[in-house]
């Protein structure tokens, strides 16, 4: 099974900032990655798909890079309604597996 | 414009078969390519994919709870059918069904999750 591990487990930043969510996987994934927004009591939304495409809908100021085994979630610049859980998710290899999640806190 | 939604019970006793319906539309899982899969989330606690079902038939389930699951669809009724056999306490959680495309191949559209919980 490949693990996903995020970090960090909690980013806590301003509107307007920059933020970099981090997710490493276990062995190579090549670019099957995805990346998925929760706020409380709302099921996920798809953002990035195959690690650098935004979904539809989905501000520009969401951006996703990576390859391989490291692969990076940017959030250009902070909306308070950024405030969210993020969480990615391969598609490599069966089972498909999600990390643990990062909570990303608008001060 | 694809919708999902799940229904089943919303608590269940120890040992006890769990069964949820993910009903759908906005696409037919006897045509399109495309799946649809189950994924629950305790509470406060991460994500964890169960199983799949493709259009084609293809099933996946997790290693994990292999035993315990078993996915299915009506293709006519547009549903899909997740039953789970010897339901404990930690299979307390937020299930949730979701379409997955061809393009984008990933779970594009969520239903808007049912809470389980396991309790006597």
């Known amino acids: 099974e490949i693990v996903l591990t995020q970090s960090p487990a909690t980013l806590s930043l301003s509107p307007g900032e920059r933020a970099t969510l981090s997710c490493r996987a276990s062995?190579?994934?090549?670019?099957?990655l995805a990346w998925y927004q929760q706020k409380p009591g709302q099921a996920p939304r798809l953002l990035i798909y195959?690690?650098?495409n935004r979904a539809t809908g989905i501000p520009a100021r969401f951006s996703g890079s990576g390859s391989g085994a490291d692969f990076t979630l940017t959030v250009s610049s902070l909306e308070p309604e950024d405030s969210a859980v993020y969480f990615c998710?391969?598609?490599?290899?069966?089972?498909?597996?999600f990390g643990q999640g990062t909570r990303l806190e608008i001060k | 414009q694809i919708t999902l939604k799940e229904s089943g019970p919303t608590l269940v006793k120890p040992t006890q078969t769990l069964t949820l319906t993910c009903t759908f539309s906005?696409?037919?899982?006897?045509?399109?390519?495309?799946?649809v899969g189950w994924i629950r989330q305790p509470p406060g606690k991460a994500l964890e994919w169960l199983a799949i079902?493709?259009?084609?038939?293809?099933?996946h389930y997790s290693p994990s709870l292999d035993s315990r699951l078993t996915i299915s669809k009506d293709t006519s009724e547009n549903q899909v059918v997740l039953t789970m056999t010897n339901v404990d306490p930690v299979d307390t959680a937020t299930y949730f069904c979701?379409?997955?495309?061809?393009?984008?191949?990933?779970?594009?559209?969520w239903g808007q999750g049912i809470m389980v919980t396991v309790s006597s």
């Open positions: 998710q391969q598609r490599s290899k069966w089972p498909l597996t």
């Open positions: 979701a379409h997955r495309g061809p393009d984008p191949d990933a779970f594009d559209i």
């Open positions: 062995q190579n994934i090549l670019y099957y």
């Open positions: 195959d690690a650098s």
């Open positions: 906005g696409f037919s899982l006897s045509i399109n390519v495309g799946g």
């Open positions: 079902i493709h259009w084609n038939g293809e099933i």
